[in-house]
C-alpha cells in the first residue's frame, strides 16, 4: 500500500549551509538513489532521484521546496561586569571619548543565508511519486532546524499517523477527527426567497 501525506504545514528555518551539509552524506529512504539540489535565484529545490529504475524520467518526482532569506546574525554581547572583561570601572586606561568608544560597543555581526521551508503541503512538499520518502526528508531537516514547527497527518500502511516536530525536538501529536456542517443540512434555516414578512 502506498503511503501518502495529507496534511503538512511547516515554519521551518535553518541556515542554508546546514542544508547543504547535511545532505553530503544523508540517510536516504530506500526509494530514493540520490537527490538534486537547485537554487534559482532565492528558491532551494530538493528534488528525489527514484531508485527504482523502471520509473520513467520524465516522471516528476517529489521536491522540497524553499525560499531564502538573509538574516543577520549577531555575536553574543561579552558580559560585561565592573571591572570585568570589557568592564569600564577599574581600567586605567582613562576617558575614552567619541567615535573609538562607538565602534568599541558595537557587537559584530554577519549575514547569512537561510533556507525557510514554510507553508502547506502544496507549497513546501511537491509533486506525488516518491512524497512520502520526501517527506520523511524533510523530519530529518526538521531535526537539525533548531528553529520552527512540522506539524503533519499521513497514511502509512493504511494507518493514519501524526507528526510534530518543534525546533529540532519530536513532540507527542494526536489527530482529531470533527465533523465539518455539510450544504444538505435540512430546514433549520430562513427561506428568504418565500418570506410573507418580506415583501
Given amino acids: 500500500m502506498t503511503s501518502r501525506v495529507y496534511r503538512l504545514h511547516s515554519t521551518l528555518e535553518l541556515p542554508l549551509e546546514d542544508v547543504y551539509e547535511y545532505f553530503e552524506d544523508p540517510e ?81 555581526s554577519e549575514l547569512v543565508e ?5 507553508g502547506d503541503r502544496e507549497t513546501v512538499l511537491q509533486n506525488t511519486s516518491l512524497q512520502y520518502p520526501m517527506f520523511e526528508v524533510l523530519c530529518n531537516i526538521a531535526k537539525i532546524a533548531e528553529k520552527g514547527t512540522l506539524t503533519a497527518v499521513a497514511a502509512v500502511d493504511g494507518e493514519l499517523r501524526a507528526t510534530r516536530i518543534v525546533d529540532g525536538e519530536t513532540r507527542p501529536a494526536s489527530i482529531n477527527v470533527v465533523e465539518e456542517p455539510t450544504d444538505d443540512d435540512g430546514g433549520g434555516g430562513v427561506n428568504w426567497r418565500d418570506n410573507k414578512f418580506i415583501s
Fill in 28 to 108: 536516504l529512504p530506500v526509494e530514493m538513489q540520490d537527490i538534486d539540489i537547485t537554487r534559482r535565484n532565492n528558491t532551494l529545490i530538493i528534488s528525489a532521484v527514484a531508485a527504482d529504475e523502471s520509473m520513467s524520467k520524465y516522471t516528476p518526482t517529489a521536491q522540497l521546496k524553499a525560499s531564502i532569506t538573509e538574516n543577520r546574525v549577531y555575536e553574543e554581547e561579552p558580559e560585561d561586569g565592573p571591572g570585568g572583561p570589557g568592564g569600564r570601572s577599574g581600567g586605567g586606561t582613562g576617558p575614552q571619548w567619541g567615535t573609538f568608544e562607538e565602534e568599541e560597543e558595537e557587537i559584530e
Fill in 114 to 118: 537561510y533556507a525557510c521551508f514554510k
